[in-house]
């Protein structure tokens, strides 16, 4: 078995970290929320809509999909992108308990 030091925390502490590493790239966060406006899936290729190669845009969809944000549905031989809800849902509320938690904890705040 492989130990990591993340293992050392909390799994809703490893869960947020890991969704925070998925968000951290703006190409990531422009993506989210290019299909956001386009309020339904995306099959054709979006690459033409940011200033970025297709295949740069292809392996941040496949970052997404892999921590659960966005489906990538088959659909002939294009995939079809939309935003998961429930993971959207549940990034939310993780991450509003996480800073609920911090601000009601907080006793000392520096000014500056």
Avoid: W
Wanted: proline residues 2%; neutral net charge.
């Amino acid at each position: 078995m492989t130990y990591h030091k993340t293992d050392l925390f909390d799994t809703d502490l490893q869960e947020i970290a890991t969704l925070a590493k998925v968000l951290s790239h703006p190409a990531r966060l422009a993506i989210l929320r290019y299909l956001a406006k386009a309020s339904t899936c995306i099959s054709g290729d979006i690459s033409s809509d940011m200033p970025l190669s297709r295949t740069t845009i292809s392996q941040h969809l496949q970052e997404l999909k892999k921590a659960g944000l966005i489906h990538g549905e088959i659909e002939g031989t294009r995939v079809c992108y939309c935003i998961c809800k429930e993971t959207l849902t549940m990034l939310k509320t993780q991450f509003n308990a996480f800073f609920t938690e911090i601000e009601s904890s907080t006793t000392n705040t520096c000014t500056r």
